[in-house]
């Protein structure tokens, strides 16, 4: 039998769309293989750039911890220049440290450098009428503070003990013992995060595009950018010797000032300063010394005989925010001292300057809560491994107190997101998600 022409014509026709079936399903498979070897391509090329940016950020971290450990006498916080901080190549990666609240805030761009933590308000010794002049706070909130970490149940002013925590969702228990990290701060009753975090949700220091609530431009940067658990410095020198109190004086100090100052002006000097102190600004005001003088002695003296003395402020990094809360200062005073400082050319060896500032009895008021030192810092650390891929971020906080500095406390924190600001987003990744 011979089959027709029709019955051919529709044979081929079947084949060839079977045909063409089997063609788009390899084709497709292709496709898929492709794309799933380029997702894992890129997947494999992210994991390594996120390998060299842990690498960087813990490059930095050692960085840090040997700039802050070398600082000599008088351990005062480190000029600009000498630091690297700012898009430091590390093979194909680059670190970044990022200064949150160095400086008060002029404008919308990232700041880059080590964070002063005496330059901030400490939770564990600032009292209820320091912590109430910051911005946004409440009675309530400032008193709840200070009864979370006092040692007692006694319920301060609109304060809050055990009894307003066990109402809470879920219950809590009033600690009532010292703050031992500065998130600690939203255990407490009353916490919000608006109120911590202000508009700052990713703790960077700047407005980012998502987080301009209040549509006024301005970064609300949360009392969190005010405050620390960590300032304090030792009534010791470097190689552990004590430091002279000028309270009970001796042939230690006036050894001191001989060397320094030789005979005569020793002699002079020490007629005119006589009695108790309590402070450094004190002595530096009866002693009829220049600053410059002063500057040159300052970190070996003490008015104290405890080992440390906590929560101590340092002048000469503080923001005029900080500054406002202490005793003899306000908003404009604290402004003025600021805008003084920022004149000055480099960092002072010591807190005297603020004397021709303020005038003597300002400076004195001021004085038993201030330094011109500091020995803890934050090294808020950011890095991108090659092309600019694998962004992480990690915080250390650095104390320099003993033999060699040392990582008190370190929290990994890429998961905010991305924190340098979107001109170096766009320069590094083209606007490509990281």
Not at 62 to 73: C, N, P, S, T
Not at 93 to 116: E, I, K, Y
Not at 159 to 174: I, K, R, T
């Amino acid at each position: 039998m011979h089959s027709t022409p029709g019955k051919n014509a529709s044979r081929s026709g079947a084949v060839l769309i079977i045909v063409m079936w089997i063609c788009f399903a390899l084709v497709s498979m292709s496709l898929y293989f492709a794309d799933a070897a380029g997702f894992a391509y890129r997947g494999v090329d992210n994991g390594w750039a996120g390998a060299q940016a842990r690498q960087a950020v813990q490059g930095a971290a050692k960085y840090a911890l040997q700039v802050i450990g070398d600082r000599e006498e008088p351990k005062i916080f480190p000029d600009s220049d000498e630091v690297l901080c700012e898009e430091v190549t590390v093979g194909d990666a680059s670190f970044w440290m990022l200064a949150t609240s160095r400086n008060d805030l002029t404008d919308n761009a990232p700041q880059f450098g080590l964070v002063d933590e005496a330059g901030k308000l400490n939770l564990n010794t600032a009292p209820a009428e320091w912590l109430i002049l910051l911005p946004d706070m409440t009675e309530e909130f400032a008193a709840a503070i200070v009864d979370w970490r006092d040692e007692d149940d006694d319920i301060s002013e609109n304060g809050a003990e055990a009894q307003s925590y066990y109402l809470m969702d879920p219950p809590l228990s009033c600690k009532n013992a010292p703050f031992e990290t500065l998130d600690e701060l939203f255990l407490v009753y009353g916490a919000e995060e608006e109120l911590l975090l202000g508009e700052d949700l990713n703790r960077n220091g700047i407005l980012d595009p998502d987080e301009d609530t209040d549509g006024d431009g301005t970064l609300d940067p949360g009392l969190l950018a005010y405050l620390t658990v960590y300032s304090r410095e030792p009534n010791s020198l470097e190689d552990g010797t004590a430091r002279i109190n000028l309270t009970q004086g001796g042939e230690d100090l006036e050894t001191l000032f001989t060397e320094t100052f030789g005979d005569d002006r020793s002699a002079e000097i020490l007629s005119s300063a006589r009695g108790e102190f309590d402070s450094l600004i004190a002595y530096f005001v009866a002693s009829g010394m220049t600053t410059a003088e002063f500057d040159q002695v300052a970190h070996q003296l003490t008015v104290s005989e405890e080992e440390y003395t906590e929560g101590l402020v340092n002048v000469n990094t503080a923001t005029a925010t900080v500054l406002a809360c202490l005793p003899g200062m306000d908003e404009t005073t604290a402004e003025n001292l600021v805008l003084q400082r920022s004149q000055l050319g480099e960092n002072p060896a010591s807190e005297a300057w603020i004397v021709e500032v303020l005038g003597e009895e300002t400076a004195r008021e001021l004085g038993p809560y201030i330094t011109g030192r500091t020995f803890q810092f934050t090294a808020d650390i950011c890095a991108v491994g090659r092309q600019g891929k694998g962004f992480r971020r990690s915080l250390f906080v650095i104390d320099d107190t003993a033999e060699t500095a040392q990582v008190l406390y370190r929290r990994d924190i890429h998961g905010r997101g991305w924190a340098l600001g979107e001109d170096l987003y766009t320069e590094l990744s083209g606007g490509e998600n990281k």
